[in-house]
């Protein structure tokens, strides 16, 4: 069956970094574009970053523009999230998405930000 499922999330103190990683498995990994999108308590949906199936484009929310970095395996079904100079706005749930032929999603992994 299909599975994303993430990690590396934790309590991090602001402008420490974490990276976060994506495993997936029960889909054709290289046809999809592959998303991270958090959710901070109390409020929405918010897409922090994307990246094509080659992995040689990258998008980002303004926010965490120049802070966070997109990246795939290319040759294990991986994508990972380099966060550095965390801030507590930061502070959410970080969820991996893939769109494709269908749309999944993991369960998501927690991210707090505080001294």
């Known amino acids: 069956q299909v599975q994303l499922v993430e990690s590396g999330g934790g309590l991090v103190q602001p402008g420490g970094s974490l990276r976060l990683s994506c495993a997936a498995s029960?889909?054709?990994?290289?046809?999809?574009?592959m998303y991270w999108v958090r959710q901070a308590p109390g409020k929405g949906l918010e897409w922090v970053a994307s990246?094509?199936?080659?992995?040689?484009?990258?998008y980002y929310t303004d926010s965490v523009k120049g802070r966070f970095t997109i990246s795939r395996g290319m040759d294990k079904s991986m994508v990972y999230l380099r966060m550095n100079s965390l801030k507590a706005e930061d502070t959410a749930v970080y969820h991996c998405?893939?769109?494709?032929?269908?749309?999944?999603w993991g369960q998501g992994t927690q991210v707090t930000v505080s001294s």
């Open positions: 029960g889909f054709t990994f290289s046809s999809y574009w």
């Open positions: 998405y893939a769109s494709g032929t269908n749309d999944y």
């Open positions: 990246i094509n199936t080659g992995g040689d484009n990258t």
